[in-house]
């Protein structure tokens, strides 16, 4: 398959452009908005064509675009892509409102290509346990799920994420996502309703750098969330208790193939055994599965509209002080 990165991003650089030619893809071309950026990035990373105008991408035989560019800017560049036949994996939060998510990947539906959101943890292989146990009633009845998923964000990557609320700057929209979307992953199943509340440490200007909330799900489930930009040694974990069995997940809510897991029950505390892997060359062979219309993992468009609407719900609630419904 070959790719046109949409975006000139730390992301695409670090990650998601070495895992493209680790499964043995390609990338033809980089497009940003400012053009000398996109021939910067190109002429580094050895791609043929780079543009600041998406139009010209229509020329140079991709199958498919990743898109990395601020999240005010994913609509128009995956209806752009969707236009052209291309394929589409953008990154999270889809939009920065969920009727523009809702359009983003009704368009790719109406025209025929796979969309997927780049929610890397479903490809954590603690997840992957996880999943695996929940759907195995090994747990029993389960109770709740608590999400412990407050960082230090890295100062290349504070810039508009701390002081840009148009480009969807803010805690909320880049980490609760990713915590919607797990919670989705292993339950099958996304939060009813929401009650939130958020805060400012000092890190980030005129908007949140710290939430903690807890969501409902249809059956009753409980999940305790929190993130945040400025807390360098709170660690992250992902935690599953049921009547039967619990297991934890500690260090698993990372870009790397990271992490252990744990389980407890009636015999005590143990240590599971996980397969590392890759978790960004896991999600893109799932996208070559799902082009194919074979089974996968991934997270597709209109989960990437889930985990906003529950991400969307937690900024309402925090700001309306009282529980709200997630509306997608």
């Given at each position: 398959?070959?790719?046109?990165?949409?975006?000139?991003?730390?992301?695409?650089?670090?990650?998601?452009?070495?895992a493209?030619?680790?499964?043995?893809?390609?990338?033809?071309?980089?497009?940003?908005?400012?053009?000398?950026?996109?021939?910067?990035?190109?002429?580094?990373?050895?791609?043929?064509?780079?543009?600041?105008?998406?139009?010209?991408?229509?020329?140079?035989?991709?199958?498919?675009?990743?898109?990395?560019?601020?999240?005010?800017?994913h609509?128009?560049?995956?209806?752009?892509?969707?236009?052209?036949?291309?394929?589409?994996?953008?990154?999270?939060?889809?939009?920065?409102?969920?009727?523009?998510?809702?359009?983003?990947?009704?368009?790719?539906?109406?025209?025929?290509?796979?969309?997927?959101?780049?929610?890397?943890?479903?490809?954590?292989s603690?997840?992957?346990?996880?999943?695996?146990?929940?759907?195995?009633?090994?747990?029993?009845?389960?109770?709740?799920?608590?999400?412990?998923?407050s960082?230090?964000?890295?100062?290349?990557?504070?810039?508009?994420?701390?002081?840009?609320?148009?480009?969807?700057?803010?805690?909320?929209?880049?980490?609760?996502?990713?915590?919607?979307?797990?919670?989705?992953?292993?339950?099958d199943?996304?939060?009813?309703?929401?009650?939130?509340?958020?805060?400012?440490?000092?890190?980030?200007?005129?908007?949140?750098?710290?939430?903690?909330?807890?969501?409902?799900?249809?059956?009753?489930?409980?999940?305790?969330?929190?993130?945040?930009?400025?807390?360098?040694?709170?660690?992250?974990?992902?935690?599953?208790?049921?009547?039967?069995?619990?297991?934890?997940?500690?260090?698993?809510?990372?870009?790397?193939?990271?992490?252990?897991?744990?389980?407890?029950?009636?015999?005590?505390?143990?240590?599971?055994?996980?397969?590392?892997?890759n978790?960004?060359?896991?999600?893109?062979?799932?996208?070559?599965?799902?082009v194919?219309?074979?089974?996968?993992?991934?997270?597709?468009?209109?989960?990437?509209?889930?985990?906003?609407?529950?991400?969307?719900?937690?900024?309402?609630?925090?700001?309306?002080g009282?529980?709200?419904?997630?509306?997608?």
């Amino acid at each position: 398959m070959k790719w046109v990165l949409i975006g000139a991003s730390n992301i695409a650089q670090q990650w998601v452009a070495p895992a493209i030619r680790a499964i043995g893809d390609d990338i033809v071309g980089v497009i940003s908005g400012d053009g000398a950026r996109a021939k910067a990035f190109a002429e580094q990373h050895g791609i043929a064509h780079a543009s600041d105008a998406i139009e010209d991408m229509r020329h140079w035989g991709a199958d498919a675009v990743y898109v990395s560019s601020t999240n005010e800017k994913h609509e128009s560049q995956t209806l752009a892509a969707a236009a052209m036949g291309l394929h589409v994996l953008c990154e999270k939060p889809l939009a920065t409102d969920v009727a523009a998510a809702r359009r983003m990947a009704q368009a790719c539906e109406d025209a025929g290509v796979t969309m997927g959101t780049n929610h890397h943890l479903r490809h954590n292989s603690a997840h992957l346990k996880m999943r695996e146990a929940i759907r195995a009633g090994e747990l029993g009845p389960l109770v709740a799920l608590r999400l412990t998923h407050s960082v230090y964000l890295p100062k290349h990557l504070q810039g508009w994420r701390l002081d840009n609320p148009a480009a969807g700057g803010g805690v909320v929209l880049d980490i609760a996502v990713h915590n919607a979307d797990s919670v989705g992953f292993l339950l099958d199943a996304y939060p009813v309703s929401v009650t939130a509340m958020v805060g400012n440490t000092g890190m980030a200007k005129g908007m949140e750098d710290n939430a903690m909330s807890i969501w409902q799900m249809a059956n009753g489930v409980l999940v305790s969330t929190h993130q945040g930009f400025n807390t360098p040694y709170a660690g992250v974990s992902l935690e599953v208790h049921g009547q039967h069995a619990s297991m934890l997940g500690k260090g698993v809510l990372h870009q790397g193939p990271d992490g252990q897991l744990w389980r407890n029950d009636a015999q005590g505390a143990r240590q599971i055994a996980l397969d590392q892997h890759n978790l960004y060359e896991r999600c893109l062979r799932h996208f070559h599965l799902a082009v194919s219309g074979q089974p996968n993992d991934l997270a597709d468009g209109w989960a990437g509209v889930r985990s906003l609407a529950v991400a969307q719900a937690v900024l309402k609630s925090a700001s309306q002080g009282c529980t709200v419904t997630v509306e997608w």
